[in-house]
């Protein structure tokens, strides 16, 4: 074999390896980078549109994610989780401005509630339109599904049929909505009250055990603001 | 009509290109030995030629198909003789013509593949030309093949598309140095590699060739991925604003449609005239986060009104800048509602610094708010909708102060094509 051709063959295999570690390592990283960037594009509209909702994603996602490494929920289902943290209030979109900004929740009318209790669903079916997104859809549309079934909810899954998934962004986006509404006492009371009934237990346990976590910092309260 | 004359088109260049392709194969017959030196080496070329034309990577989305055929066809050419290369490469492009349209359910597939046997024929003919002038060691020879076959295969396809698609050929020649630099090194790389195992006998080793091709593939694929999650993006995007906004449903589309056709008329590139679509999917997505009873209000608006309504250009771009794809056109968009005598917002950008791209959003947009749709629901509730004619009137008188008077007149010329006006 003439130096020539040896040296083409080892630059080839050189290459090639190159070319592998770049497809099996780089691409994939780069891909779950955009997808990621699109989700804060869309929690990016969501709290424009209701400035309220600022800064809570960010927590929803974090407070998940640990829950559901405390579960042991294979990686795969942690992005699902984390892509459904991200997504979950979508449907506010379609909630008339004024009622979600200019005007205080108990001030709703029956139709006002009723309306805005359809949010989830409406981001479950407009994630259904979009195909890289359709597996997260009954996540989103569940994520305020209680645990126990009830009347108003009779065509939800309740209980260990309800997506874990669903169940950990039930108990954590309350919370921390109750956290900045009511602040960190009275949101970690009524996630005790709730344990069973509106929330899964399991969930409820280990929420509580991440939230003793020094790690976890509590979020700015507007109960004192 | 005009199904009959392309028919008439397409036929005539499957007559042009096949009776070249004809006198070519018969002066590569003619030149090169009949005999072969290795029937093994040449049974695993053939083989791998015709696997790697049934494993194309397709990106729909830019409309391009890929295959990996030519380092096989090359290493024929240059370790075995110009005929194995020849039929090897004819042989891959009928199976896989036969067999694809098959699997996939087309007819009327028989011209196409036709034009594709000539094209190829044509290509190895002038591969092979390119390859005897270079001469001396067999890797050079493959690598002169590569490059004649290239230029030859490029060359044709362009004029195929420009003969009977009318695809300008600038557009090709752009997407193919965006897309080719990479792949054609990748092919010059693998056209020595293949040849290098090919000249010293190595046939048991050629196989492993498919690795990088293998790799290459899947780094396609992501490719496609890519542009699939970048749509879909959009798509997302444009359902929050509906579900917010229901009017703007049909206003979206038809303004993304027509802003691409003026962007075309004003000689921007195809790949820049699509991106100028997307942009006007996207222009008013900072309407987001404007209140629905501002935006439908009847009767005109008090000045914090306005200032909230104006808003809406840079929250757009605002929401677009996370996603690295859009860092291109975040700008087109906070800039739509600028004008060129210095007073729009939200820069009060004059006219040397406001992109092409708003400018073209910027009149379509204005022309379809002023008409509105024809469904009842995404009509205006602040004002009666305009006629065309009245709506053309309007944007000449602003040609000009408001918006440029190039991209009225594109847009007129683009109307009248479209039918929506009958005098320019």
């Known amino acids: ?225 | 009509m005009e199904t009959r004359s392309y028919e008439r088109t397409v036929h005539g260049l499957l007559a042009t290109l096949g009776s070249l392709a004809v006198l070519g194969c018969f002066w590569i017959f003619a030149a090169g030995p009949l005999s072969v030196r290795s029937w093994p080496l040449v049974i695993v070329l053939v083989c791998l030629a015709a696997l790697a034309e049934m494993l194309p990577v397709e990106i729909a989305r830019k409309g391009v198909r890929i295959t990996f055929t030519l380092p096989y066809v090359a290493a024929l050419a240059a370790c075995v003789n110009g005929w194995t290369a020849l039929s090897a490469d004819l042989v891959a492009t009928f199976a896989v013509g036969m067999m694809l349209p098959v699997a996939r359910r087309q007819t009327g597939a028989s011209v196409w593949l036709g034009l594709n046997l000539a094209i190829s024929g044509l290509s190895v003919v002038c591969g092979w030309l390119v390859g005897s002038l270079v001469g001396g060691h067999q890797l050079a020879v493959a690598l002169g093949f590569m490059l004649g076959y290239g230029l030859a295969n490029f060359g044709l396809v362009v004029l195929v598309d420009a003969t009977s698609e009318g695809k300008v050929w600038t557009d090709n020649v752009l997407s193919a140095l965006r897309l080719g630099a990479k792949s054609y090194a990748f092919f010059a790389a693998m056209v020595l590699v293949v040849g290098a195992l090919a000249t010293n006998d190595l046939v048991y080793v050629l196989p492993l060739t498919f690795v990088p091709i293998w790799a290459l593939r899947t780094a396609l694929d992501y490719q496609a991925k890519m542009y699939d999650h970048y749509y879909e993006t959009i798509l997302a995007l444009s359902l929050m604003l509906q579900r917010a906004h229901p009017y703007t449903h049909g206003h979206l589309e038809r303004v993304a449609r027509i802003a691409e056709q003026v962007a075309l008329k004003l000689g921007l590139a195809a790949g820049r005239a699509r991106m100028v679509r997307e942009a006007a999917v996207l222009h008013d997505i900072g309407k987001i986060a404007v209140s629905e009873s501002v935006l439908d209000k009847p009767g005109r608006l008090t000045t914090d009104e306005f200032e909230h309504v104006k808003l809406h250009a840079q929250l757009g771009a605002k929401i677009l800048r996370p996603v690295g794809q859009f860092h291109e056109m975040a700008p087109w968009i906070r800039h739509h509602h600028e004008r060129l005598d210095g007073t729009g917002y939200p820069d009060r950008l004059t006219d040397v610094e406001i992109p092409i791209e708003s400018k073209i959003i910027a009149v379509v947009d204005a022309f379809d708010a002023m008409t509105g749709g024809e469904n009842a629901a995404e009509k205006r509730t602040y004002r009666e909708p305009k006629t065309h004619a009245e709506a053309v009137a309007e944007l000449e008188r602003c040609s000009g102060s408001q918006f440029d008077p190039g991209v009225v007149e594109a847009f007129k010329s683009v109307l009248f094509m479209e039918g929506l006006v009958w005098t320019r």
Not at chain 1, 126 to 143: F, G, K, Q
Not at chain 1, 176 to 190: H, I, N, Q, S
């Open chain 1, 1 to 225: 074999m003439d130096p020539l051709t040896s040296f083409v063959l080892v630059a080839g295999l050189i290459s090639t390896a190159g070319l592998v570690y770049y497809v099996r390592f780089r691409l994939p990283r780069r891909l779950e980078e955009r997808f990621r960037d699109s989700l804060m594009a869309f929690s990016t509209a969501v709290e424009l549109r209701i400035p309220s909702q600022r800064g809570l994603t960010s927590r929803v996602v974090a407070l998940s994610l640990a829950i559901a490494r405390k579960l042991d929920l294979p990686e795969a289902r942690r992005r699902d989780l984390e892509a459904a943290a991200m997504l979950r209030d979508i449907g506010l979109c379609s909630i008339p401005y004024g009622m979600m900004n200019d005007r205080e929740e108990d001030a709703w009318t029956e139709a006002e509630r009723l309306t805005f209790d359809r949010h989830a669903e409406i981001s479950g079916a407009m994630l259904e339109a979009v195909p890289s997104l359709r597996a997260i859809a009954p996540l989103v549309r569940w994520h305020h599904a209680p645990f126990r079934a009830d009347d108003f909810n009779s065509s939800a899954p309740a209980g260990e049929s309800l997506p874990i998934e669903a169940r950990i962004l039930k108990a954590v986006g309350e919370y921390v909505w109750f956290e900045r509404t009511r602040g960190d006492f009275l949101a970690k009371e009524a996630l005790r009250d709730g344990s069973g009934v509106a929330y899964d237990p399991r969930v409820v346990a280990v929420l509580m055990e991440v939230l003793r976590s020094p790690r976890v910092r509590p979020l700015r309260s507007l109960v004192h603001a």
